[in-house]
């Protein structure tokens, strides 16, 4: 699991050093992200050691209870991405939290879109030839996924070393495929994944 932690500190605003915003600081792996919480205080509030606002007053107990929420919640998005597999990155945990929607693209799509664009190019920059291979593969591919998981599509960010030897093995076996040809199919799926997935 990735290496995360959430800081939280106080960022003097401009042209008034005794007022300051608190920033959220996510760091996952060595690289992180800033996040403004919205809420502002007076510069000599913020306790840099422990990471909050300084003092017991009804205010203060107010302020980070709103904080240790946020940090709660962020961490519930951090789980809710570990369980679903998914990447976990600044970014997505930051769109997470946000509530921002990562563009989505589906094995299935991606495939079908590549292979639409080739086939115009059919005569320019490829043969029917390669074109045809590519619309066989798009079909086995469709049939793995209905035989191994019984789904019609899959979004590629969920697609996984183990999700290519699995289909490998179908290539083999189940389609009965000699080792060239599996070799060919694997590549061309390769190339939808490195297309669209990263």
């Known amino acids: 699991m990735e290496t995360y932690n959430v800081l939280f500190y106080a960022k ?5 050093s005794t007022i300051s915003t608190i920033y ?3 760091t996952i792996s060595s690289k992180r992200t800033e996040i403004s919480t919205g809420q ?5 509030q913020w306790s ?3 990471g909050k606002i300084a003092g017991n007053t009804p205010h203060a107990k107010q302020l980070n209870s709103f904080l240790e929420g946020i940090r709660s919640k962020l961490f519930e998005c951090y789980t ?3 369980s679903e597999g998914r990447e976990i990155t600044c970014q997505s945990l930051r769109n997470k939290y946000l509530g921002i929607e990562e563009r989505k693209f589906t094995l299935i799509e991606a495939f079908k879109d590549h292979n639409s664009k080739m086939k115009e190019l059919i005569g320019k920059e490829f043969s029917k030839g390669t074109w045809e291979r590519y619309e066989t593969s798009l079909r086995h591919t469709q049939a793995f996924m209905k035989w191994n998981l019984n789904i019609d599509d899959i979004d590629v960010r969920y697609i996984n070393a ?3 030897a699995d289909y490998e093995f179908y290539l083999r076996t189940v389609r009965n495929c000699s080792n060239n040809t599996a070799v060919k199919y694997i590549k ?4 939808i994944m490195i297309l669209f997935k990263f």
């Open 40 to 44: 502002m205080i007076k510069t000599s």
């Open 12 to 16: 003097k605003v401009k042209n008034n």
């Open 188 to 191: 061309n799926f390769q190339k």
């Open 48 to 50: 840099i050691k422990s």
């Open 162 to 164: 183990g999700f290519v």
């Open 24 to 26: 959220l600081r996510i």
């Open 80 to 82: 809710s991405l570990f």
